[in-house]
């Protein structure tokens, strides 16, 4: 609102509509996504090893990715 986006750059963390158009139009310079696929994927592969018995790491780092303008349109990003 205040047109500062030349002086301080923002970064978002998910997204939705409205931080995909403020980043669309150069209003965020990033958004940090989540995967959710992997999320879900790692989780059950983890509960699945947990329930035979079997040693699990106590942290499962399911990765971020930084969406820009410049890579937005990948189909990769854009899948998230």
Known sequence: ENKLGDKIKVIGFDSD???V???KEGVLAGLVVQDPYRMGYDGVKTALAVSKGE???TFV???ANLVTKANMADPKIDAL
């Open 55 to 57: 040693k699990v790491e």
């Open 61 to 63: 780092d399911t990765g």
């Open 17 to 19: 509509e409205k931080t």
């Open 21 to 23: 158009g403020f980043l």
